[in-house]
């Protein structure tokens, strides 16, 4: 964001990329490799065309063998919005874990698909949190 803002002559600095930026840090101080994913997923548009929609994985965690799907959610306040973030974690058809980081002081839950929701404070508090 600095080096950013900087070359840019920036000033405007949005919650959602600071947010993004911390997960990122700390999923490197943990020692993963952070990649960017994509999944494509398809649908039939008013025309009845079917159509390739690309949706983005906000990270790729990778140790070892061990893979971690993440999505950065600054803020859910609504069933919609929740779906949206959910629905590229859905679309991998795969068993590595996925979770989702939430800048809201949220208790952490696990829905029926597995995927897990949690605070940015309580990923960042506990280096096993993911």
């Known amino acids: 964001m600095g080096l ?5 002559n920036m000033r405007q600095q949005e919650e959602t990329h600071i947010m993004e930026n911390v997960i990122y840090n700390e999923l ?6 952070v990649d960017v994913g994509m999944v494509e997923t398809w649908t039939t548009n008013a025309e009845n065309k079917t159509m ?3 949706l983005e994985i906000d990270f790729v965690v990778n140790k070892g063998a061990e893979r971690i799907y993440i999505q950065s ?3 859910m306040p609504s069933e919609d919005k929740e ?6 974690l ?9 979770i989702i980081i939430t800048y809201e ?3 952490r839950k696990t829905d029926e698909q597995g995927i897990v929701t949690i605070s940015l404070l309580d990923f960042l508090l506990d280096p096993n949190s993911i």
């Open 83 to 88: 779906k949206q973030e959910k629905r590229s």
């Open 52 to 54: 390739r929609v690309p």
């Open 73 to 75: 959610a600054f803020r």
């Open 90 to 98: 859905l679309s991998t058809n795969d068993s590595f874990r996925k």
């Open 105 to 107: 002081d949220i208790k």
């Open 28 to 33: 490197r101080i943990r020692g993963f490799r």
């Open 4 to 8: 950013r803002a900087a070359i840019l």
